[in-house]
């Protein structure tokens, strides 16, 4: 590592250099950086937690080779400030923390990968949290290949981890060893299922451990206590100094070097766009400035950079910051027209007709954690009535899934579960009920649609949306060169008789294809036609 370029902001590979590195069988050497420190001591279980003194270059960089260390060895810096008052610091770039983050491990074993995945275009990404997990469904490879089967046979392109880099920018044990997670990784893209990675860079953990003055400075966070926290009561990042843009760039480039990601998911993006994430106070350009800088390295990579903004993107931003994608929440005003009763949903046609009509190519639509579990319910416990929600939720999906967008969905909407999602909720991947089993076979359909229908989400695939007589009834074609489809999506409790039909081959729809008169479109029903 260049440590000039590490100080002047310009370094993507700060995590080669810093945090504990094996020299030999049980030699260590650490090094950390505190250019305002006057002294930095090492304690941890490989020295009785009595103080090491690093030593201390011109850069501002201490480090000391240490001796008789153990994997998994715990241990903190201590931080002596010009008056003598000191302070104990987890290490910035330990690999691994305990679970209580208390304290940094020493670890710094590689882990062999084997495969790649081959590039899929139509992204259909599962979302899924490890939180919900009990451990064993990842803990060998034979429970591993148990959760790929479930997720190929729903076709899911890619897998997004939540919560994996929460408190801190190191890793912690207790969600999933760190070995069992790479080789999670590795067995996925055996499959070609490509792994994305939730990041908060916005913020850091409120603990007096861990960034907050490491050097006795404001050395990662903002000097005016006015904006120190967010409105999450996590601590600001300053991304106008030169040391938190090199430590970003580098834990970012440490992702993709230490877990061989496929994509990294940008998420609470508001926070980094608007000053303190609020929209009235303003752009942070010093942080839209980072961003692209982040995003071209990351294209450079050929990796997948995905932007996910809790607002609806086109209302709020208006220019390009080289994300891959955007994570944009159109549906979720599709979602309240649902919720509605179903002679009230005409009053927003216009809505539904914007999104057709809307060009999502740089786009990912679909359903969320926040989507699906917002207002404390499922998106089929949202679908209005007691008897029809399964009709309506089908309907929802066929409609999201004939748009031309990338898509994603929260676990255990495949299924269309009726659970409140909570994060002491154990996860399975099993239909529970009749009623699920029905609903994740349509959807397997439909994402199977996605997956096949390679042409029908290009670039040159265009959509026209026509005019049809119907209360809340839509159509609208997609076509391209080789192909033209029609699209039908009925919103509402009426039935409709459309002649049309004839001169089409049904493909798919939500509801039973065995209808005596193939003109009928029902209640709540919806489908994909070809036009002959």
């Not at 390009?320 to 309240?336: E, Q, V």
């Not at 009623?435 to 359909?445: P, S, V």
Request: glycine share 4%; proline share 1%; hydrophobic share 35%.
């Amino acid at each position: 590592m260049d440590t000039r370029k590490y100080l002047d902001g310009e370094s993507f590979d700060g995590f080669k250099f810093f945090g504990n590195h094996k020299k030999s069988k049980n030699s260590y050497i650490f090094r950390t950086l505190g250019p305002n420190a006057k002294n930095i001591y090492i304690v941890g279980d490989f020295n009785g937690w009595k103080e090491e003194k690093l030593r201390k270059y011109s850069t501002g960089v201490f480090s000391k080779t240490i001796n008789n260390v153990k994997e998994y060895d715990k241990y903190l810096y201590v931080i002596e400030d010009k008056n003598g008052k000191k302070s104990y610091k987890l290490d910035p770039f330990s690999k691994l923390t305990d679970e209580k983050y208390e304290n940094s491990l020493v670890f710094d074993k590689a882990f062999e990968f084997s495969y790649k995945i081959k590039e899929n275009k139509n992204l259909n990404i599962y979302e899924i949290n490890f939180r919900n997990f009990d451990g064993k469904i990842f803990s060998n490879e034979k429970s591993i290949d148990k959760f790929i089967f479930y997720v190929k046979e729903n076709n899911f392109t890619h897998v997004k981890l939540m919560d994996v880099f929460t408190y801190s920018f190191s890793y912690n044990e207790k969600l999933l060893n760190l070995e069992k997670l790479k080789l999670f990784i590795d067995i996925c893209h055996k499959n070609d299922i490509g792994i994305i990675m939730d990041l908060d860079i916005s913020s850091f953990y409120p603990s007096e451990k861990y960034l907050l003055r490491f050097d006795n400075s404001n050395m990662y966070n903002y000097d005016y206590d006015d904006i120190l926290y967010n409105y999450d009561g996590r601590i600001n990042l300053d991304p106008s100094k030169k040391i938190v843009k090199s430590f970003i760039l580098s834990f970012i480039s440490y992702l993709f070097d230490e877990f061989k990601l496929d994509g990294i998911s940008f998420i609470n993006l508001e926070n980094l766009i608007f000053c303190q994430g609020d929209k009235s106070r303003g752009f942070n350009h010093n942080w839209l400035d980072l961003i692209k800088i982040i995003n071209t390295h990351i294209k450079n990579l050929n990796k997948l950079s995905l932007g996910f903004y809790n607002s609806i993107w086109n209302d709020d931003i208006d220019f390009n910051l080289g994300f891959s994608y955007i994570y944009d929440r159109t549906m979720a005003k599709i979602i309240k027209i649902m919720q509605n009763f179903p002679y009230k949903r005409y009053n927003y046609s216009n809505i539904v007709k914007n999104l057709i009509e809307t060009d999502f190519k740089k786009f990912i639509l679909g359903f969320n954690y926040y989507d699906s579990l917002g207002e404390g319910a499922s998106l089929a416990m949202k679908m209005h009535s007691d008897e029809k929600k399964y009709d309506q939720l089908k309907s929802l999906f066929l409609l999201t899934y004939t748009l031309n967008s990338k898509k994603i969905l929260f676990m255990e909407d495949e299924i269309g579960s009726l659970e409140t999602y909570s994060f002491d909720k154990k996860i399975d991947f099993k239909a529970k009920n009749q009623n699920e089993k029905d609903f994740n076979k349509f959807y397997k359909k439909i994402s199977k649609f996605l997956f096949d229908n390679k042409e029908f989400y290009e670039e040159n695939s265009k959509t026209q949306i026509l005019d049809i007589e119907g209360y809340s009834l839509f159509a609208f074609k997609r076509k391209s060169k080789n192909f033209e489809y029609l699209i039908i999506i009925n919103l509402t409790d009426l039935e409709y008789k459309i002649k049309y039909l004839d001169k089409t081959k049904t493909v798919l729809t939500s509801f039973d294809e065995n209808l005596k008169n193939k003109n009928i479109i029902p209640a709540f029903g919806s489908g994909i036609y070809r036009i002959k």
